[in-house]
């Protein structure tokens, strides 16, 4: 069975820093790219970062510059860094493996079998 287990959320105020991780479990990930998304009650779930199995990393507008998305395929485990975080950053945070086939659509939700159960991150003012 497939898990993908985030940590690292939290409360911090704003231009403060976090690092999420994603510990998968039950395969190995290591060929797949793996992804990072955010929601926020009452709006769909939006992309955040992916990172390829060869390290390409893509990045949403909103956070270039600011985060960014690492990979332990040792660890089978992908990390998300949120640096100089703002308040719309409060969302909960999911992590996304196992992209479909052939798929380039790394930031297209349904595009991603496994999800995490997310993480919190809240960002005050």
């Known amino acids: 069975q497939v898990q993908l287990v985030e940590s690292g959320g939290g409360l911090v105020q704003a231009g403060g820093s976090l690092r999420l991780s994603c510990a998968a479990s039950g395969r190995t990930f290591s060929s797949d790219a793996m992804g990072w998304f955010r929601q926020v009650p009452g709006k769909e779930r939006e992309f955040v970062a992916a990172?390829?199995?060869?390290?390409?990393?893509y990045l949403a507008d909103s956070v270039k510059g600011r985060f960014t998305i690492a990979r332990d395929n040792a660890k089978n485990t992908v990390y998300l860094y949120l640096n100089c975080l703002k308040p719309e950053d409060t969302a909960v945070y999911y992590c996304?493996?196992?992209?479909?086939?052939?798929?380039?659509?790394?930031?297209?939700?349904?595009?991603?079998?496994?999800w995490g159960q997310g993480t919190q991150v809240t960002v005050s003012s």
């Open positions: 996304a493996a196992g992209l479909r086939r052939y798929s380039i659509s790394y930031h297209v939700s349904g595009e991603y079998e496994y």
């Open positions: 990172i390829t199995w060869s390290g390409n990393i």
